[in-house]
Protein backbone atom coordinates (compact mmCIF):
# COMPACT_ATOMS: atom_id res chain seq x y z
CA UNK A 1 0.00 0.00 0.00
CA UNK A 2 1.24 3.04 -1.28
CA UNK A 3 1.43 6.34 1.34
CA UNK A 4 -0.71 8.79 1.05
CA UNK A 5 -0.19 12.37 1.35
CA UNK A 6 -1.81 12.53 4.82
CA UNK A 7 0.26 9.31 6.44
CA UNK A 8 3.53 11.59 4.80
CA UNK A 9 2.22 14.92 6.83
CA UNK A 10 1.66 12.51 10.03
CA UNK A 11 5.20 11.44 10.26
CA UNK A 12 7.16 14.77 8.90
CA UNK A 13 4.76 17.08 11.31
CA UNK A 14 6.26 18.11 14.04
CA UNK A 15 9.34 15.82 13.92
CA UNK A 16 12.03 17.41 15.88
CA UNK A 17 15.26 17.29 13.16
CA UNK A 18 18.49 15.32 14.45
CA UNK A 19 22.00 14.53 12.83
CA UNK A 20 21.47 12.23 8.98
CA UNK A 21 22.51 9.01 10.28
CA UNK A 22 22.66 9.36 13.94
CA UNK A 23 21.72 5.80 14.72
CA UNK A 24 25.47 5.13 13.29
CA UNK A 25 27.01 7.29 15.21
CA UNK A 26 28.72 5.98 18.87
CA UNK A 27 27.95 9.38 21.51
CA UNK A 28 29.76 10.73 23.67
CA UNK A 29 29.00 13.02 26.45
CA UNK A 30 31.58 15.68 28.32
CA UNK A 31 31.57 17.84 31.13
CA UNK A 32 33.87 20.83 31.46
CA UNK A 33 33.92 21.23 34.93
CA UNK A 34 34.90 24.10 36.76
CA UNK A 35 35.82 24.12 40.69
CA UNK A 36 36.49 26.64 42.89
CA UNK A 37 40.01 27.24 44.27
CA UNK A 38 41.64 30.10 46.32
CA UNK A 39 38.38 32.49 45.56
CA UNK A 40 39.18 31.87 42.23
CA UNK A 41 37.44 29.66 39.46
CA UNK A 42 39.52 27.33 37.66
CA UNK A 43 38.73 24.56 35.04
CA UNK A 44 39.70 21.49 35.97
CA UNK A 45 41.22 18.87 33.55
CA UNK A 46 42.75 15.19 33.28
CA UNK A 47 45.41 13.65 32.13
CA UNK A 48 44.57 10.15 30.51
CA UNK A 49 46.14 7.04 32.02
CA UNK A 50 49.31 5.97 29.73
CA UNK A 51 47.41 2.17 29.81
CA UNK A 52 44.53 3.22 28.11
CA UNK A 53 44.49 2.42 23.92
CA UNK A 54 43.20 5.78 22.83
CA UNK A 55 44.78 9.14 23.75
CA UNK A 56 46.67 7.42 26.27
CA UNK A 57 48.23 10.60 28.08
CA UNK A 58 46.85 13.43 26.39
CA UNK A 59 45.04 16.12 28.64
CA UNK A 60 40.79 15.44 28.87
CA UNK A 61 37.77 16.52 30.07
CA UNK A 62 35.70 14.02 31.96
CA UNK A 63 33.30 12.01 30.12
CA UNK A 64 32.52 9.21 27.66
CA UNK A 65 30.60 6.64 25.88
CA UNK A 66 26.57 7.60 26.35
CA UNK A 67 25.56 4.08 27.84
CA UNK A 68 22.22 2.37 26.91
CA UNK A 69 21.50 2.61 30.84
CA UNK A 70 21.74 6.34 30.58
CA UNK A 71 18.70 8.37 30.37
CA UNK A 72 20.76 11.44 28.13
CA UNK A 73 23.68 12.23 27.36
CA UNK A 74 23.60 14.55 30.40
CA UNK A 75 23.19 11.91 32.98
CA UNK A 76 26.46 10.21 30.99
CA UNK A 77 28.39 13.05 31.43
CA UNK A 78 27.38 13.55 35.22
CA UNK A 79 28.18 9.48 35.70
CA UNK A 80 31.27 9.62 33.54
CA UNK A 81 32.63 12.31 36.03
CA UNK A 82 31.64 10.67 39.29
CA UNK A 83 33.27 7.58 37.91
CA UNK A 84 36.74 9.02 36.67
CA UNK A 85 36.60 11.48 39.61
CA UNK A 86 35.45 9.49 42.47
CA UNK A 87 33.38 12.35 43.42
CA UNK A 88 29.53 11.91 44.45
CA UNK A 89 26.77 12.45 41.83
CA UNK A 90 25.18 15.35 44.39
CA UNK A 91 28.70 17.39 44.02
CA UNK A 92 28.23 17.64 40.34
CA UNK A 93 25.84 20.34 38.90
CA UNK A 94 25.36 20.64 35.19
CA UNK A 95 25.21 24.61 34.25
CA UNK A 96 24.04 24.13 30.65
CA UNK A 97 24.73 22.52 27.20
CA UNK A 98 27.31 23.73 25.04
CA UNK A 99 27.42 23.09 21.04
CA UNK A 100 27.67 19.49 20.36
CA UNK A 101 30.43 18.50 17.85
CA UNK A 102 30.00 16.04 14.53
CA UNK A 103 33.46 14.43 14.27
CA UNK A 104 34.53 13.06 10.58
CA UNK A 105 34.62 9.64 12.80
CA UNK A 106 30.72 9.00 13.07
CA UNK A 107 31.00 10.54 16.89
CA UNK A 108 28.82 13.11 18.30
CA UNK A 109 30.10 14.62 21.29
CA UNK A 110 27.36 16.44 23.65
CA UNK A 111 29.56 18.87 25.96
CA UNK A 112 28.13 20.55 28.92
CA UNK A 113 29.53 23.07 31.58
CA UNK A 114 29.40 22.20 35.08
CA UNK A 115 30.73 22.73 38.92
CA UNK A 116 32.07 20.42 41.44
CA UNK A 117 31.99 21.26 44.69
CA UNK A 118 35.16 22.99 46.07
CA UNK A 119 35.07 21.02 48.97
CA UNK A 120 34.63 17.74 46.95
CA UNK A 121 37.65 15.04 47.69
CA UNK A 122 38.85 13.91 44.36
CA UNK A 123 39.65 10.11 44.11
CA UNK A 124 40.47 9.71 40.49
CA UNK A 125 40.33 6.36 39.13
CA UNK A 126 44.01 5.43 38.42
CA UNK A 127 42.76 2.86 35.29
CA UNK A 128 41.54 5.66 33.66
CA UNK A 129 43.19 8.84 35.27
CA UNK A 130 46.70 9.40 35.74
CA UNK A 131 46.67 13.03 37.10
CA UNK A 132 44.16 15.91 38.05
CA UNK A 133 44.91 19.40 37.62
CA UNK A 134 43.20 22.98 37.73
CA UNK A 135 43.83 26.29 35.44
CA UNK A 136 42.60 29.25 36.74
CA UNK A 137 39.81 30.84 34.09
CA UNK A 138 41.16 34.00 33.80
CA UNK A 139 44.38 31.96 32.21
CA UNK A 140 42.87 31.30 29.28
CA UNK A 141 40.44 34.72 28.81
CA UNK A 142 44.14 36.45 29.37
CA UNK A 143 45.91 33.70 26.88
CA UNK A 144 44.17 32.79 23.51
CA UNK A 145 45.06 29.89 21.91
CA UNK A 146 47.50 28.48 19.04
CA UNK A 147 45.39 28.52 16.31
CA UNK A 148 46.49 25.39 13.56
CA UNK A 149 44.58 24.28 10.57
CA UNK A 150 44.09 20.59 8.99
CA UNK A 151 43.32 20.28 5.25
CA UNK A 152 40.90 17.38 4.94
CA UNK A 153 40.73 16.31 1.38
CA UNK A 154 38.24 13.23 -0.16
CA UNK A 155 40.02 10.26 -1.09
CA UNK A 156 37.83 7.55 -2.58
CA UNK A 157 38.27 3.75 -1.86
CA UNK A 158 39.50 1.61 -4.49
CA UNK A 159 36.88 0.33 -6.71
CA UNK A 160 34.75 3.42 -6.29
CA UNK A 161 32.37 3.65 -9.19
CA UNK A 162 34.17 6.68 -10.65
CA UNK A 163 31.60 5.98 -14.01
CA UNK A 164 28.39 6.90 -12.41
CA UNK A 165 29.23 10.49 -11.44
CA UNK A 166 29.80 13.68 -13.58
CA UNK A 167 33.66 13.79 -14.95
CA UNK A 168 34.52 10.74 -13.75
CA UNK A 169 38.04 10.11 -11.92
CA UNK A 170 38.18 14.21 -12.97
CA UNK A 171 35.66 15.14 -10.58
CA UNK A 172 36.31 18.30 -8.52
CA UNK A 173 35.59 17.34 -4.93
CA UNK A 174 35.37 19.88 -2.36
CA UNK A 175 38.28 20.08 0.24
CA UNK A 176 37.87 21.83 3.78
CA UNK A 177 40.11 22.69 6.64
CA UNK A 178 39.39 22.36 10.28
CA UNK A 179 41.05 24.34 13.04
CA UNK A 180 42.87 22.70 16.12
CA UNK A 181 43.78 24.46 19.10
CA UNK A 182 46.81 25.04 20.90
CA UNK A 183 46.56 26.26 24.95
CA UNK A 184 49.68 25.88 26.61
CA UNK A 185 49.76 25.90 30.86
CA UNK A 186 53.54 25.74 32.48
CA UNK A 187 54.38 21.39 31.03
CA UNK A 188 50.36 20.80 29.96
CA UNK A 189 49.86 20.80 26.14
CA UNK A 190 45.74 20.72 25.87
CA UNK A 191 44.22 20.78 22.44
CA UNK A 192 42.24 18.29 20.05
CA UNK A 193 38.45 18.02 21.18
CA UNK A 194 39.09 19.13 24.52
CA UNK A 195 40.22 22.77 23.10
CA UNK A 196 38.18 23.08 21.06
CA UNK A 197 35.18 22.51 23.15
CA UNK A 198 37.52 25.03 25.64
CA UNK A 199 37.32 27.63 23.44
CA UNK A 200 33.45 27.32 22.47
CA UNK A 201 33.11 27.86 26.55
CA UNK A 202 35.70 30.55 26.36
CA UNK A 203 33.69 32.43 23.46
CA UNK A 204 30.44 32.42 25.35
CA UNK A 205 32.08 33.62 28.51
CA UNK A 206 33.65 36.41 26.81
CA UNK A 207 30.42 37.31 25.24
CA UNK A 208 28.87 40.90 25.80
Known amino acids: MKPSLVDIQARINGRSAEVLGNERFYKFAVLLPLIERNGELHVLF?????????????????????????????????????????????????????DFLVTSFQSIVYPFAGMIQSDSELSPNPDEVEEVFTVPLSHFKNHPPERHDIRVHVQPDEGFPFHLIPNGEEYNWSSSSMPEFFYYYHDYVIWGMTARILYHFIQLVNEE
Open 46 to 98: EVRARSLRRQPGEVCFPGGKVDQHDKNPKNAAVRETCEELGVLEREVTVMGEL
